[in-house]
């Protein structure tokens, strides 16, 4: 059974930064594609960013420069630097197995002043 667990998310002020992260079990961590989602209020969930099991990476136009996407494969891990936050980033974000297609149950991002 895959289990996806975020953490890391809060509230930050315009301009500060976050780090998120995602603990994955019951999937052979090392060899899935894994993605970060995010879903604003009354808007669909989009990519945030996508990285393979290789550790190749792909970013959304509104999260490059900004974010980064990491992975630790022995700790069955992965990561979402942001940084220079600003309040269109605010919603749940989500971690994704692209393989399984299984999702976590998300962690509040909020920026606001």
């Known amino acids: 059974q895959v289990q996806l667990v975020e953490s890391g998310g809060g509230l930050v002020q315009p301009g500060g930064s976050l780090r998120l992260s995602c603990a994955a079990s019951?999937?052979?961590?090392?060899?899935?594609?894994m993605g970060w989602y995010r879903q604003a209020p009354g808007k669909q969930r989009e990519l945030v960013a996508r990285i393979s099991s290789g550790g190749s990476t792909n970013y959304a136009d509104s999260a490059k420069g900004r974010f980064t996407i990491s992975r630790d494969n022995a700790k069955n891990m992965m990561f979402l630097q942001m940084n220079n936050l600003k309040p269109e980033d605010t919603g749940v974000y989500y971690c994704?197995?692209?393989?399984?297609?299984?999702w976590g149950q998300g962690t509040q991002v909020t920026v606001s002043s």
């Open positions: 019951g999937i052979i961590f090392k060899v899935s594609a």
């Open positions: 994704k197995n692209e393989v399984r297609g299984s």
